[in-house]
């Protein structure tokens, strides 16, 4: 049987999938937790997870797979010289050191473009220009570009997910002529579909792990689509919203949307675009009045088919982006009443208003009209939040088939999600 592999580089930890063709079963899950490691953030300990985690997967197994897919952190980037060595330490998705550049970029990129975030790749690359152990390096890389290196052995390779934060055009599907008119002394990645098979496994790795030496390596992903691609959303007007600390949506849509005002971008994939944005509200806010148990015991208390009176916008502290673009919108968390159950129902009605509004929001802007919504996260397990949105969304709201981004990677190996699309 042929066997598929897809390998998760998350912000707590790597994980890896082996899937089954006929079934798209999983055969084996392994993974290697970072447990709040320092050493989490080098690329020698990735290489130690990413070897580790193949040593878990059973024997038989390893020498069935014909496929091998690895998505990182979107903007987790790093310089490497020619040997595919790093040349410095890597800059992980959140780091925001890009700020320092944001002005200059902002003279060179189009306005409101994905780029100009002070955690965007670009941003990343032009201060790291300005570091000394620059003029060693010689290719710009992601992290899962790096990670497949360490696999295949070709350097300079990564794929149009990864690439967005990058200023890739995904739609034109080359570098935009502003960004190469930046003359960066550097070689910026060949840009492929997700999935595309780049080359055979070394065949040093392949002896030494007990894989086939025709067992092939493909572009990869992010986490978070891969996270999407796990979901089991594939037509044009289903979603997937992540109800983990905050509130991300995204939809399946023939249309592009973008609009950095709202932190609204889209992917693409395949044929179709997976359009987005993210909010501040979500779990983190009912995580500091609630424990999880109370979340569960409490919400079942709940009549979901009555709507809460109480109209609150739940934020850690003030500002939002999407679906209110007001770096100043205050958290509105009053009147509090008395009653526990009162209090939650209020604030669970009030996310799912806002998470109404976002895809609303999206819909106003061109994207295919909602058809249902699969959820992730850990709210995705409370039925009374989920019948509450449902009366919001109008549509049937069903939990993800699959919450694994290392599932949907191992899809994407087996090649059959974005081609499927494009046929
Ligand atoms: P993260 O985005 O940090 O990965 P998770 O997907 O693990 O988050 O979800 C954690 C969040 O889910 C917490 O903020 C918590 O408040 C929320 N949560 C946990 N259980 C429930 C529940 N039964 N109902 C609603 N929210 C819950």
Redesign the pocket.
Known sequence: MDLYLGIDFG??GARGMVIDEEACCIQAQVRYPFQDSPNAVTPNFWQEALFVLVEQIPHQLRRQIKAIAINGTSSTVLLVDAAGNPTDAPLLYNDARGSLVLEHLRSIAPPNHTVLSATSSLAKLLWMRQQPSFSEARYFLHQADWLAFLLHGQLGISDYHNALKLGYDVEELKYPEWLENLQIPIQLPKVLSPGTPIAELRPEIADKFGFRRDCLVCAGTTDSIAAFLASGAKLPGEAVT?????LVVKLLSRTRQEDARYGIYSHRLGDLWLTGGASNT??????QF?T?AE??SL?REIDASIASELDYYPLLKAGDRFPINDPNLPPRLSPRPDNPVEFLHGL?ESIARIEARGYELLQQMGADKLSRVYT???????E??TAIRARHLQVPVVASVYTEAAYGTALLAMGGRIKGEQE
């Not at 992540?242 to 905050?246: K, Y």
């Not at 992730?376 to 409370?382: T, V, W």
């Open positions: 912000t707590s992540s109800l983990g600390s905050t979500g779990g983190a806010v009912l995580k609630f999880n979340l569960e919400s669970l992730a996260g850990g709210g995705a397990a409370n009374t939040w």
